[in-house]
């Protein structure tokens, strides 16, 4: 998989299944609109339209079904033909799943996906999420050959494929998911802090856009939260920014993301069966540098800043103890009771930095923050927590549309907050209570830092649990930003799969200008 080159085209062309494996899937209803005209160049000579009639007749999906038509080398598969109100139409996940059990290893294969026109972004994410990037297998790290998989759509009440700018939102979008899978996948002696502000740069030059790092000067300028995090490790903690500033730009959106790329615990250690897989806790950052990447090349029209928090939450003679006070970019003391709290922390400071420094409208803040989130929402759904409800709508209907399922947390901070009570500081920065809505309170220590009272919109998104399917990450969050977002970019597809209304001018009470609302 990790050789593996995703090309997104209008017309895959014709091919017979020994020299080009094909899958063909959909839900059942779609599949069965599909005349055989349609697929019978990818099939023939070895499927006859009886053998494709009857592969359809026998499928029975529960949730998912699916039948070979010629060896393994073609098959027909059928997603489940239903979806409850808290899926996505696309039934993004049960694609994941079908290519990676029916698609045959090779050279060149292609996938034919049969879907409506506004399950086609959802359904590429899908698709990428099943072709990660990374591997260290001694056989795979050897071959020097890349592999193509072309991805073709048929889409439904339609006599043509997606358009070429389609295809190139496509590109963008799964390049972005790939990416961030890719990042949270590296282990941290190959992705440590250094190694994360050289991918940050690489987009960055890719984009014509220079990084602005926050480095040895984070102690001094007020950055206790990062720098508390990070102090004990080899490789520095730091603040690093990517900033676009298009002509024209009526609205400044902030993406925040969580970047710990080990998570030991620090003093508060974790376990032996807990630490594993920790490698993760930089899934926030991952996926706003590739939701960055994606939402610029395809002409992001706001103002957009890319802040991402790194440190590494070591153990060493420099670690913060618990009991230590330290001061955040907020102004606000934070008493550490637990070191194992950290996200929380760095992210603190990267809000406070988009605010303060950046004068952000809207701050997102995306993270691997609490093990309990997979308790709140499950597995598939990542947590949301806002202070503005249109926003919290936006969000699950960003969800479906995109496959990043997405599921509300209590935004009730006159009720919580008061469970990080201190004698001696501002807060501690662990709860007193850990069954009192705990990813909830988490998200709350995050959004004091710039004020319950802030004028504008706060959104935090706790993607602990879906980051990864497995051993696998899922590259989680990027599809989901840039369908949020969909309505500032200038493409159509990211337009059309925004649950946001059309762009309206306001009068911004806090500046002189107006600015266009994105709700």
């Given at each position: 998989?990790?050789?593996?080159?995703?090309?997104?085209?209008?017309s895959?062309g014709?091919?017979d299944?020994?020299?080009?494996?094909v899958?063909i899937l959909g839900?059942l209803p779609n599949?069965?609109?599909?005349?055989?005209s349609?697929?019978r160049?990818?099939?023939?000579p070895?499927?006859t339209?009886?053998?494709?009639?009857a592969a359809l007749?026998?499928?029975?999906p529960?949730p998912?079904?699916?039948?070979?038509?010629?060896?393994?080398?073609a098959?027909?598969?059928?997603?489940?033909s239903r979806?409850s109100?808290h899926?996505s139409?696309?039934?993004?996940?049960f694609?994941t799943?079908?290519i990676?059990?029916c698609?045959p290893a090779g050279?060149?294969r292609?996938?034919l996906?049969v879907?409506?026109?506004?399950?086609?972004?959802?359904?590429?994410?899908?698709i990428a999420?099943?072709?990660?990037?990374?591997?260290?297998?001694s056989?795979?790290?050897r071959?020097?050959?890349k592999?193509?998989?072309?991805v073709?759509?048929?889409l439904?009440?339609?006599?043509?494929?997606p358009m070429?700018?389609t295809?190139?939102?496509?590109e963008?979008a799964t390049?972005g998911v790939r990416l961030?899978a890719r990042?949270?996948?590296?282990?941290c002696n190959?992705m440590n802090?250094?190694h994360f502000i050289?991918?940050?740069?690489a987009?960055?030059?890719?984009?014509g856009i220079?990084?602005?790092?926050?480095r040895?000067?984070l102690?001094?300028?007020g950055?206790?939260?990062?720098?508390g995090?990070?102090k004990a490790?080899?490789?520095?903690p730091a603040?690093v920014?990517?900033?676009?500033?298009?002509?024209?730009g009526?609205?400044t959106?902030a993406w925040v993301?969580?970047?710990?790329?080990?998570?030991t615990?620090?003093?508060?250690?974790?376990?032996?069966?807990?630490?594993?897989?920790?490698?993760?806790?930089?899934?926030g950052a991952?996926?706003?540098?590739?939701?960055f990447?994606?939402?610029?090349?395809q002409?992001f029209?706001d103002n957009?800043h890319?802040v991402f928090?790194?440190a590494?939450?070591?153990?060493g003679p420099?670690?913060?103890r618990?009991?230590?006070i330290?001061l955040?970019?907020?102004g606000?003391?934070?008493?550490?009771n637990?070191?194992?709290a950290?996200g929380?922390l760095?992210l603190a400071?990267?809000?406070?930095?988009?605010?303060?420094?950046?004068?952000a409208?809207?701050i997102?803040?995306?993270?691997?923050?609490?093990g309990s989130?997979?308790?709140?929402t499950?597995k598939y759904?990542?947590a949301?927590?806002?202070?503005?409800?249109?926003?919290?709508?936006?969000?699950?209907?960003?969800?479906?549309?995109?496959g990043?399922l997405?599921?509300?947390?209590v935004?009730?901070?006159?009720l919580?907050?008061?469970?990080?009570s201190s004698?001696?500081?501002?807060?501690?920065n662990?709860?007193?209570d850990?069954?009192?809505?705990?990813s909830s309170?988490?998200g709350?220590?995050?959004?004091s830092h710039i004020?319950f009272d802030?004028?504008?919109?706060?959104?935090?998104?706790?993607?602990?649990?879906?980051?990864?399917?497995?051993e696998?990450a899922t590259g989680?969050?990027?599809a989901?930003l840039?369908s949020?977002?969909?309505?500032?970019s200038?493409d159509p597809?990211?337009?059309?799969?925004?649950?946001?209304?059309?762009?309206d001018?306001v009068e911004?009470?806090?500046r002189?200008?107006?600015?266009?609302?994105?709700?």
């Amino acid at each position: 998989m990790a050789n593996v080159r995703l090309e997104f085209k209008a017309s895959a062309g014709d091919a017979d299944p020994q020299t080009r494996p094909v899958l063909i899937l959909g839900q059942l209803p779609n599949l069965q609109r599909v005349l055989w005209s349609n697929v019978r160049g990818k099939l023939q000579p070895r499927v006859t339209e009886e053998v494709w009639k009857a592969a359809l007749s026998s499928l029975s999906p529960n949730p998912t079904d699916n039948c070979p038509l010629y060896l393994n080398l073609a098959t027909v598969a059928a997603l489940p033909s239903r979806v409850s109100r808290h899926n996505s139409p696309s039934a993004a996940h049960f694609i994941t799943r079908l290519i990676r059990n029916c698609l045959p290893a090779g050279a060149t294969r292609c996938i034919l996906m049969v879907c409506e026109r506004s399950e086609v972004f959802a359904s590429a994410c899908a698709i990428a999420r099943a072709f990660p990037l990374f591997t260290r297998r001694s056989s795979a790290c050897r071959r020097a050959d890349k592999k193509c998989v072309t991805v073709e759509f048929l889409l439904i009440g339609q006599n043509n494929g997606p358009m070429e700018i389609t295809l190139k939102c496509l590109e963008s979008a799964t390049e972005g998911v790939r990416l961030a899978a890719r990042i949270v996948d590296t282990p941290c002696n190959e992705m440590n802090t250094d190694h994360f502000i050289e991918e940050i740069s690489a987009v960055g030059k890719e984009l014509g856009i220079t990084p602005k790092i926050i480095r040895e000067e984070l102690k001094e300028r007020g950055f206790g939260g990062i720098y508390g995090v990070g102090k004990a490790a080899e490789h520095p903690p730091a603040l690093v920014i990517l900033s676009h500033t298009p002509e024209g730009g009526t609205q400044t959106i902030a993406w925040v993301g969580k970047g710990i790329v080990y998570d030991t615990g620090g003093l508060s250690i974790k376990g032996k069966t807990t630490m594993p897989g920790m490698k993760r806790d930089c899934g926030g950052a991952a996926a706003v540098l590739g939701a960055f990447k994606a939402a610029v090349k395809q002409g992001f029209k706001d103002n957009l800043h890319a802040v991402f928090c790194l440190a590494e939450n070591s153990v060493g003679p420099n670690a913060t103890r618990p009991d230590d006070i330290h001061l955040l970019y907020s102004g606000k003391t934070v008493e550490i009771n637990n070191t194992d709290a950290e996200g929380r922390l760095v992210l603190a400071d990267g809000v406070s930095y988009a605010c303060k420094d950046l004068n952000a409208d809207i701050i997102l803040d995306i993270a691997t923050l609490t093990g309990s989130q997979g308790i709140a929402t499950g597995k598939y759904h990542a947590a949301v927590l806002t202070n503005n409800e249109e926003w919290e709508t936006a969000c699950v209907k960003a969800g479906r549309k995109c496959g990043d399922l997405v599921q509300p947390l209590v935004y009730c901070p006159e009720l919580h907050f008061n469970e990080f009570s201190s004698a001696v500081a501002d807060m501690k920065n662990s709860v007193a209570d850990r069954e009192n809505a705990l990813s909830s309170c988490a998200g709350l220590f995050i959004a004091s830092h710039i004020g319950f009272d802030w004028p504008g919109v706060w959104v935090h998104v706790d993607i602990a649990s879906p980051v990864h399917a497995g051993e696998r990450a899922t590259g989680f969050g990027v599809a989901l930003l840039l369908s949020l977002f969909g309505r500032a970019s200038e493409d159509p597809l990211l337009n059309m799969v925004s649950p946001l209304g059309e762009d309206d001018m306001v009068e911004n009470p806090d500046r002189d200008t107006k600015r266009r609302r994105l709700v």
